[in-house]
């Protein structure tokens, strides 16, 4: 797999998301982890080890203990990735602005056109 498709599955399940939320506020310890989660602890060691296979996240063992952060740098493949899409559908949705502004001003054009000759009847008539 290439690691944009990597980040994009990692990101594909809740549990893996509310990870990376709980982590970007700060380091924990697996226990810290797995606690929230309604999951069993062989389950939150699969998540962790996508995670960490992504590169979203990284272990450092601190004595007994092995604490758990987040590296946010693959993210932004992510947002990279969204970015072009947000260009594309920007351009999609301007254009239709525009082609909406244009019938809107044809549609004045004649409201007025009608206008105008309603108002040289009402001049005829009297």
């Known amino acids: 797999m ?7 599955t ?4 809740p549990s893996r998301r509310d990870i990376i939320r709980r982590l970007a506020a700060a380091p924990a310890r697996f226990t810290d982890v797995a606690r929230p989660l309604d999951v069993t602890l062989n389950a939150v060691t699969k ?3 996508l995670l960490e296979r992504a590169g979203l996240i990284e272990r ?16 932004r493949l992510v947002s990279s990735w969204v970015h072009e899409y947000e260009r594309f559908w920007n351009q999609r949705l301007d254009a239709f ?17 009608r206008r105008t000759k309603a108002a040289q009847k009402k001049e005829a008539n009297r």
């Open 2 to 8: 290439d690691r944009l498709t990597d980040v994009l």
């Open 60 to 75: 450092e063992r601190r004595g007994r203990e092995v604490l758990i952060s987040l590296r946010p740098e693959p993210l």
């Open 10 to 13: 990692a990101l594909s399940h």
């Open 97 to 113: 602005e525009g082609y909406f502004r244009r019938m809107r001003g044809k549609d004045a054009g004649h409201t007025r056109k």
């Open 47 to 49: 998540h962790l080890k």
